[in-house]
T-cell receptor, first 114, second 117 residues
């Protein structure tokens, strides 16, 4: 069985500071990994994904994440936070035997302060 | 391009009343379809998924049911709502099994906010 752990349900960052959201997974086989963002009362939007190939992946809005197999991690970063980054962020994992089903982490709420 | 619609956007229902939420996808064929619930302060819980017409898998036992009467239509229903059914319901689709993007990302609809009073 696979699972996803997001460390920190709430993160507060200053505008212009580094954003770091942590995600660790457990999976018996190499998974596909995703980060989604959700703005209030909206659906989820894909930020970036790792399936195969380069372990450092770049996404929309200046976010990037690095797949580290040895650490079973897929942490999300952005060098400089913007007020518009305030949202909830979800890490998710899937693998071929799950028929495309995603296992989501509990989410991290990001607050950006001026 | 593909789009996914959900309606209604918001719904307030009394306890014990029936429920029908609809999700439709445009621009793709034979998608995998998913219903999620997001309760206040909690993450996303997968409720149902479907890989084809009439093929529904339930992830958790509950007061809800799902149906897929057409290829790109997915309906979430209940005969009698409970207070605990309140939440934000999200529909999503992904490319079908066997396709070039199988097991790839899911695309989410705008959601339905359900309040049961």
């Amino acid at each position: 069985a696979q699972s996803v752990t997001q460390l920190g349900s709430h993160v507060s960052v200053s505008e212009g500071a580094l954003v770091l959201l942590r995600c660790n997974y457990s999976s018996s086989v190499p998974p596909y990994l995703f980060w989604y963002v959700q703005y209030p009362n909206q659906g989820l939007q894909l930020l970036l994904k790792y399936t195969t190939g380069a372990t450092l992946v770049k996404g929309i809005n200046g976010f990037e994440a690095e797949f580290k197999k040895s650490e079973t991690s897929f942490h999300l970063t952005k060098p400089s936070a913007h007020m518009s980054d305030a949202a909830e962020y979800f890490c998710a994992v899937s693998h071929p035997s799950s028929w495309g089903k995603l296992q989501f982490g509990a989410g991290t709420q990001v607050v950006v302060t001026p | 391009s593909q789009t996914i619609h959900q309606w209604p956007a918001t719904l307030v229902q009394p306890v014990g009343s029936p429920l029908s939420l609809e999700c439709t996808v445009e621009g793709t064929s034979n998608p995998n379809l998913y219903w999620y619930r997001q309760a206040a302060g909690r993450g996303l819980q997968l409720l149902f998924y479907s890989i084809g017409i009439g093929q529904i898998s339930s992830e958790v036992p509950q007061n809800l049911s799902a149906s897929r009467p057409q290829d790109r239509q997915f309906i979430l229903s209940s005969k009698k709502l409970l207070l605990s059914d309140s939440g934000f319901y999200l529909c999503a689709w992904s490319s079908p099994a066997g396709g070039p993007l199988m097991f790839d990302e899911q695309f989410f609809g705008p959601g339905t906010r359900l309040t049961v009073l």
